[in-house]
């Protein structure tokens, strides 16, 4: 299980309105033989991904792995499966969806192989997709909840469960190891790539006014090809030179205001900025994602906040190290 939600971290912030989920594929020796994670809304699922790779490494047929759309893997996967699953248990990070949304139910498509085993770190607070538990068992499948991971699962759910009522609001820095974050670039290109994914994904960016001035930024989500978002300048000054780049973004609405109230006509939100951005939204963050660069130098560093905070969960992003944090 533990495999399965450090895989969905690596696309938490990526598949909104969805939430990040993991699943690994175990067989009847102990082994896992395939783990796959839900990669962004509309495309298939973490469970249809870790078995379309699963059949790969049982039959050694390759073929499956062309397949991209979720119910073509489906039913490829239905039509060829052989009964092969019947020994495996699934982990799931999260109950496997019911209903038939977006991409097929990835109850059924359990059920129909035969699986012996599914564990689970969550129910499905989704009142239109839960129900997955007793397809399953319908089908003669044990599931169990796997308690010791229950407060890491929920971890990953709670974007998803946010938005069904406020905005996720996830504030967002980069900062060298003597905690600068000022003087040009900061993160490896790797990290700016998750970065831009998660622009991507995101429906409103919030940055301050003197970061506007002084970095003139874009904040546009280029290195994925991704889509424009609206921009929220954060200001008490409403006067900007209009050359600097996110001004000049077809399709994009830029705001330029004295508070934080247009936030509420968003879900996804996105903030960047430096330490008096980070002080004046601490009320409304629900999650701040920091990346560490193995570096030295510039001036300016985070003093102006005491709270203390958990990290919810790290990894390696090219050269440095990617933190996400919550307010203990």
């Not at 035969?114 to 397809?135: H, T, Y």
Request: glycine share 8%.
């Amino acid at each position: 299980m533990q495999v399965a939600i450090d895989s969905a971290w690596e696309f938490q912030g990526l598949t909104f309105p969805n939430p990040a989920v993991g699943c690994s594929v175990v067989d009847q020796h102990g082994k896992i033989i395939a783990v796959g994670v839900h990669e962004k809304a509309g495309e298939p699922h973490a469970e249809v991904n870790a078995l379309q790779m699963a059949y790969s490494q049982l039959t050694d047929d390759s073929s499956i792995l062309l397949l991209s759309d979720s119910a073509q893997i489906h039913d490829f996967l239905i039509t060829n499966h052989n009964n092969m699953f019947s020994e495996c248990t699934l982990y799931v990070t999260l109950e496997p969806c019911a209903h038939h949304g977006k991409t097929p139910s990835c109850a059924l498509l359990i059920k129909v192989l035969g699986v012996k085993k599914v564990f689970i770190g969550q129910k499905d607070p989704n009142e239109e997709a839960a129900g997955g538990i007793e397809l399953l068992e319908e089908g003669g499948c044990e599931v169990a909840m796997v308690d010791d991971c229950a407060e890491r699962a929920q971890d990953l759910l709670k974007p998803f469960v946010t938005w069904q009522c406020k905005p996720y609001v996830t504030y967002k820095w980069a900062q060298r190891l003597d905690g600068t974050i000022d003087g040009g670039t900061i993160s490896s290109h790797l990290s700016r790539i998750h970065v831009h994914a998660m622009r991507d994904c995101s429906d409103l960016i919030v940055i301050g006014g003197e970061t506007v001035r002084n970095d003139r930024p874009t904040l546009d989500a280029r290195l994925v090809d991704g889509k424009v978002c609206d921009v929220l300048v954060y200001s008490r000054q409403h006067k900007f030179d209009q050359t600097i780049p996110l001004f000049n973004v077809e399709g994009r609405n830029v705001f330029i205001e004295s508070s934080l109230e247009r936030l509420k006509n968003y879900k996804n939100i996105l903030i960047e900025g430096g330490p008096s951005m980070f002080e004046a939204t601490k009320d409304v963050v629900d999650a701040y994602l920091c990346f560490v660069a193995p570096k030295s130098g510039g001036t300016i560093r985070f003093t102006n906040s005491t709270f203390e905070m958990r990290t919810v969960h790290s990894k390696t992003s090219g050269d440095d190290t990617l933190m996400w944090l919550e307010k203990s």
